[in-house]
């Protein structure tokens, strides 16, 4: 993901742009989103910092969307609870 951000970062086609819209959907833990290859007590886990993604589109990184809005939308647990929810039901 680190390389997929970090790619899309330097797209030219930014400088044509007026704004950038990123969505990234995932299983995540706190402060961080877990990829494909996630395995629970791996060494290395494949894990993407989210602050990674701020760093990639900063002004220093990213100098073709400066000044520009930048819409990050993130769908993912922050782990814990390992998807238990609470039902609802209408009387």
């Not at 989103?33 to 290395?44: A, L, N, Q, S, T």
Request: aromatic fraction near 6%; glycine fraction near 8%; proline fraction near 5%.
């Amino acid at each position: 993901m680190d390389e997929a951000v970090k790619a899309f970062s330097k797209r030219e086609e930014h400088l044509l742009s007026d704004s950038v819209f990123m969505v990234i959907m995932s299983h995540g833990e706190l402060g961080a989103i877990m990829g494909v290859h996630y395995k629970e007590g791996d060494p290395k886990p494949d894990v993407f910092p989210i602050t990674n993604i701020f760093i990639h589109l900063n002004t220093e990184n990213c100098k073709a969307l400066v000044n520009k809005p930048k819409v990050i939308l993130i769908h993912a647990c922050r782990g814990g609870n390992d998807g238990s929810g609470n039902a609802w039901a209408q009387p």
